[in-house]
């Protein structure tokens, strides 16, 4: 599984200034330290930045490339910032990879011929001109429609990396169950292609102390589902040795849960126990409150 590191972003009081002042330190500081970590790539996170966004992300991108040979997400909205950081990245262990290009005209016709050019791989945003898709069917229009522009540019199916929106557990808990429909089928509908998401954004809203569990569970469940590569926090070690292979116990439970199987939640230990509920408030058997653990 891929894993890439989502903690180099402009959200950081740390990494966030460094990028205002064009201070490299804090920024190399990061990325070795999420190189160290064991991700496979890093996501360079600078926001809209419409002002001098153009100036900032190739700034970025070189200061970044000086301290990792890792690949690198470049992560923004503004379209000229892209092709800036394209300019200047060097493919040392992968390509570049955009992240993202919305599955809306105007994004498509802007972004989809900067990844032709310059040889970089995209992550294809189920987000259409109304916004969210309602369902897995909408979500698999959308990613059709992507699939063939990008392929129409000349950008091969392995470089396209499929996000169907993961939404906050707390917001749209239903949202989840088409994210986790549309990750079944898409090796199907679209052969060769690779899946992705923002797996923290499952946990985004719920208290701190719960959103390592939230994001733990919901990677063991996407996993089941054929999940291959997911931005993460490149810090919870626990997250990483469950993408790793390492927890076969608790993988093993929530994979039971998913196909239906019986499990006597009395023979479970605490930790055990705290992945089965969490599995119940994921797949929604069991309504989402800030003390579900406790219940």
């Given at each position: 599984?891929?894993?890439?590191?989502?903690?180099?972003?402009?959200?950081?009081?740390?990494?966030?200034?460094?990028?205002?002042?064009?201070?490299?330190?804090?920024?190399?500081?990061?990325?070795?330290?999420?190189?160290?970590?064991?991700?496979?790539?890093?996501?360079?996170?600078?926001?809209?930045?419409?002002?001098?966004?153009h100036e900032c992300m190739p700034w970025l991108v070189k200061t970044v490339q000086e301290v990792t040979d890792l690949?690198?997400?470049?992560?923004?909205?503004?379209?000229?910032?892209?092709?800036?950081?394209?300019?200047?990245?060097?493919?040392?262990?992968?390509?570049?990879?955009?992240?993202?290009?919305?599955?809306?005209?105007?994004?498509?016709?802007?972004?989809?011929?900067?990844?032709?050019?310059?040889?970089?791989?995209?992550?294809?945003?189920?987000?259409?001109?109304?916004?969210?898709?309602?369902?897995?069917?909408?979500?698999?229009?959308?990613?059709?429609?992507?699939?063939?522009?990008?392929?129409?540019?000349?950008?091969?199916?392995?470089?396209?990396?499929?996000?169907?929106?993961?939404?906050?557990?707390?917001?749209?808990?239903?949202?989840?169950?088409?994210?986790?429909?549309?990750?079944?089928?898409?090796?199907?509908?679209?052969?060769?292609?690779?899946?992705?998401?923002?797996?923290?954004?499952?946990?985004?809203g719920p208290p701190e102390h719960l959103r390592a569990i939230l994001n733990q569970t919901y990677l063991m469940i996407?996993?089941?589902?054929?999940?291959?590569?997911?931005?993460?926090?490149?810090?919870?070690?626990?997250?990483?040795?469950?993408?790793?292979?390492?927890?076969?116990?608790?993988?093993?439970?929530?994979?039971?849960?998913?196909?239906?199987?019986?499990?006597?939640?009395?023979?479970?230990?605490k930790e055990m126990l705290d992945y089965y509920k969490t599995v119940n408030v994921l797949v929604g058997k069991s309504?989402?409150?800030?003390?579900?653990?406790?219940?």
């Amino acid at each position: 599984m891929n894993l890439v590191g989502e903690n180099l972003n402009i959200i950081s009081k740390v990494t966030g200034a460094a990028m205002k002042a064009r201070d490299p330190k804090p920024i190399q500081e990061m990325a070795i330290r999420e190189t160290e970590a064991g991700v496979d790539y890093i996501d360079v996170n600078m926001g809209p930045m419409r002002k001098d966004g153009h100036e900032c992300m190739p700034w970025l991108v070189k200061t970044v490339q000086e301290v990792t040979d890792l690949p690198l997400y470049l992560d923004t909205s503004n379209v000229e910032a892209i092709r800036e950081g394209l300019k200047v990245y060097e493919q040392k262990k992968g390509k570049a990879v955009i992240n993202s290009v919305m599955a809306r005209p105007e994004r498509m016709e802007a972004l989809i011929p900067i990844a032709a050019e310059y040889d970089a791989a995209i992550v294809a945003l189920m987000w259409g001109p109304e916004g969210m898709p309602r369902d897995a069917d909408e979500r698999a229009m959308l990613a059709m429609e992507l699939f063939m522009a990008a392929t129409a540019a000349g950008i091969a199916p392995e470089d396209i990396w499929f996000d169907p929106i993961i939404t906050p557990v707390n917001v749209q808990q239903d949202q989840l169950m088409h994210c986790n429909a549309f990750f079944q089928t898409q090796q199907d509908m679209f052969p060769g292609t690779i899946n992705t998401c923002g797996l923290s954004n499952v946990s985004n809203g719920p208290p701190e102390h719960l959103r390592a569990i939230l994001n733990q569970t919901y990677l063991m469940i996407l996993m089941k589902y054929g999940l291959q590569g997911a931005i993460v926090d490149a810090f919870d070690e626990d997250l990483k040795a469950i993408a790793r292979g390492e927890r076969s116990e608790a993988v093993s439970l929530v994979h039971k849960m998913i196909d239906g199987e019986a499990v006597d939640p009395s023979t479970l230990d605490k930790e055990m126990l705290d992945y089965y509920k969490t599995v119940n408030v994921l797949v929604g058997k069991s309504l989402f409150s800030d003390s579900w653990l406790e219940l």
